[in-house]
């Protein structure tokens, strides 16, 4: 055992008999691309971060309407510039919203190319 060298890595067990390297894997990836399996990975963890940006702007738009709808009413004097900047950040919250939807299922055609890639999901024509 001393002789024998054992190189132990996340998914792989190397072993070297003689001159020879031998990689036993541990079925992780199924009989999928790895490749394919990283991207659609990467991929849905960016449209999730990407979501998430959307759903803060998406906020903080609204906050700003909310806050200019306020002040049209405390200041009289300027209601009618308030109640445009109101409904401009309306506006921009629901094109924020409609990018969340967007980014939502973005994430979701990558998680289901995730698995395509990995094996587990085989595409059945009828």
Excluded: C, W
Aim: hydrophobic letters at 30%; a negative charge.
């Amino acid at each position: 055992m001393s002789e024998e060298k054992h190189q132990h890595h996340l998914f792989h067990h190397h072993k070297e008999d003689g001159g020879e390297q031998v990689i036993e894997t541990t079925d992780v990836y199924a009989a999928g691309n790895v490749e394919e399996y990283e991207k659609a990975k990467k991929e849905e963890k960016n449209h999730k971060h990407m979501e998430h940006l959307g759903e803060m702007g998406t906020v903080a738009a609204g906050a700003f309407a909310l806050h200019e709808k306020h002040a049209e009413k405390k200041d009289p004097e300027h209601a009618h510039r308030h109640k445009i900047e109101e409904e401009i950040a309306a506006t921009a919250a629901v094109g924020a919203g409609g990018y969340v939807f967007h980014e939502h299922h973005e994430k979701k055609e990558s998680k289901e190319e995730e698995k395509e890639a990995e094996g587990k999901k085989h595409h059945h024509l009828f």
